[in-house]
């Protein structure tokens, strides 16, 4: 079994350290012949299969009689036969894995804390285009927090929720059997939004408050004003009462 990914060169090896005069060297893709070797006669050909899967892309070693190919494709994978003397002397199942992308991490949402808690949770989410069987998950530290395993050439997502004073260090890494591709996660970064809405939400609860304060504090001048002239009218007319008590003639 041979697995690579795409764009790698691949030899197949022969196990000749050198090819003989008398050795008469084919290499089979499934059953169809894509190089020949006859040392006597100076021969050392290659070709291509039907949908041309191959063009450019094969060499043969002159003295090894190895196969070698360049700039693999998904395409190319399958069974490989070397066949010497009309007798098989080896083969080499190839399997070709898609080059993996850089997985993305973006702002998602800012969860509800519960009340009087302290937390400023901010939700993340971590995607990547997936090509053939790939395994995506977040890590804390060394520590594998989640995971969620594509088959599909889809767009594959997986979500996170860290506190924004979080000190540890996160990663979301996407995997295939032979190579991986990770990305840092920086909370003050991608969870600035949170604490915006977080400040804006607790000046406007401060702003609330000021607003409630000031109104009870107008209703109560309001009020003394009220008090207050009722309390001259009331002396006003207690004056006027007395006055005219001494004018009366007894």
């Known amino acids: 079994m041979k697995t690579v990914t795409e764009g790698d060169h691949l030899t197949l090896q022969t196990g000749f350290s050198e090819i003989r005069s008398d050795d008469r060297i084919v290499w089979l893709y499934g059953s169809d012949m894509i190089a020949r070797i006859e040392k006597a006669g100076g ?110 050439c ?10 924004y004073d979080d000190k540890n260090t996160y990663s979301c890494m996407v995997n295939n059997p032979i190579s991986n591709q990770a990305t840092h996660l920086d909370i003050t970064q991608v969870c600035h939004t949170c604490e915006v809405r977080r400040d804006i939400s607790c000046g406007t609860a401060e702003a609330v408050i000021r607003l409630v304060v000031s109104a009870l504090m107008g209703v109560a001048a309001a009020a003394a004003v009220v008090v207050l002239i009722y309390d001259i009218r009331s002396r006003k007319v207690e004056h006027r009462r007395r006055e005219h008590l001494h004018s009366l003639p007894f």
């Open 154 to 163: 889809s767009s594959t997502s997986l979500r996170l929720e860290v506190d």
């Open 43 to 152: 021969v050392f050909n290659t070709y291509d299969v039907d949908d041309g899967r191959f063009s450019g892309k094969l060499e043969l070693d002159k003295q090894t009689g190895s196969l070698i190919i360049k700039d693999i494709r998904i395409k190319n994978a399958g069974e490989y036969q070397l066949v010497n003397k009309g007798v098989t002397a080896g083969k080499f199942m190839v399997t070709v894995y898609a080059r993996l992308p850089t997985p993305a991490i973006g702002f998602s949402d800012c969860p509800q804390t519960p009340a009087g808690s302290s937390s400023k949770i901010c939700a993340v989410q971590c995607s990547v285009q997936t090509v053939g069987l790939v395994t995506l998950s977040w890590y804390k530290g060394n520590n594998l927090v989640s995971s969620r395993i594509s088959d599909t």
